[in-house]
């Protein structure tokens, strides 16, 4: 019975769909595919060729900043920036030729921006310090930091991370929301540094000798700034010296060459005066008269 019920039902079911609908609806599909297609293929031409112009027009702009001397790591901020958002333009141009509804589409990326955001809030922050790092500039590109137990050569601010390359030349990316939330040392922001250093010389030696022989080092090499004025004094009683502070000001960019200089040639110096520089020493003496064994 239930077969009989089955074989009516299909009978009915093909008397009802003749070869013409089934003509017409391929007709249909087939005029859809084929007014899709142009919209299909703008679509592409707008994507891959926008894709491009970005990337040039973002190339022509960051050469543009470079030669007008703006700061390297503020332009590759500005660089990635704005081809992040040139490319997003392009991708939502591309979409509409499609015959997407751009309003409704930019209110579900606009909900769906709330929600990844509130996912992604350490990437949030991290692009929001990276704008405060460029409007208030507390280092350059070029610039020599130190951050938390990290030194090194700032290579690039981009849109998340800073990136310093060490004096070891390993490189090191660092998010920009902890440098806006700590301290940082920026050594090469100002055009002068001060070298303050600190020598001993042995209680039996000559404080005026010594400090005669320091400036005599000082004045061998016109690096070594006059103004501000150097300062040669002493500091400290100490246990086994006399500390004498050195305080000398050069331009940062020879700070490193000057420091190991008068570091060696102090030494040398003082050699050659007979002063003696302290050293931690033990005297030991031994007793002829005490019995072995005991």
């Excluded at 800073?162 to 990316?173: A, F, G, K, S």
Aim: glycine share 4%; with cysteine.
């Amino acid at each position: 019975m239930s077969n009989l019920l089955f074989e009516k039902a299909t009978d009915t079911l093909l008397s009802d769909i003749s070869l013409d609908k089934v003509g017409g609806w391929v007709e249909d599909l087939l005029r859809t595919i084929w007014n899709f297609i142009p919209k299909l293929l703008l679509a592409t031409a707008i994507f891959i060729l926008g894709w491009w112009i970005s990337k040039l027009l973002c190339k022509l702009i960051k050469k543009a900043f470079l030669k007008s001397n703006t700061d390297p790591a503020a332009v590759s901020f500005i660089y990635s920036f704005l081809l992040c958002a040139l490319r997003i333009v392009v991708i939502i141009t591309a979409i509409a030729q499609l015959g997407v509804n751009i309003t409704a589409l930019l209110t579900a990326i606009g909900a769906a921006t709330v929600t990844i955001g509130l996912a992604l809030q350490d990437t949030m922050k991290n692009i929001a310090s990276g704008v405060m790092i460029i409007i208030n500039k507390p280092f350059r590109a070029g610039d020599y930091v130190e951050f938390e137990t990290l030194q090194g050569t700032v290579q690039k601010i981009l849109i998340t991370n800073t990136y310093l390359l060490t004096i070891d030349n390993r490189e090191v990316i660092i998010p920009n929301s902890r440098i806006t939330n700590n301290n940082i040392i920026n050594y090469t922001a100002q055009d002068l540094r001060c070298l303050d250093l600190k020598y001993n010389i042995s209680y039996s030696d000559d404080i005026a000798e010594a400090k005669r022989v320091i400036l005599e080092v000082l004045d061998t090499d016109k690096r070594f700034l006059k103004v501000p004025e150097p300062l040669i004094a002493v500091t400290e009683h100490g246990d086994n010296a006399v500390v004498i502070l050195t305080r000398v000001w050069c331009k940062t960019s020879d700070y490193w060459d000057l420091y190991y200089y008068i570091q060696e040639q102090i030494k040398l110096s003082f050699d050659k005066a007979g002063i003696t520089i302290p050293f931690n020493q033990v005297d030991l003496h031994i007793s002829k008269d005490r019995p072995t064994g005991t």
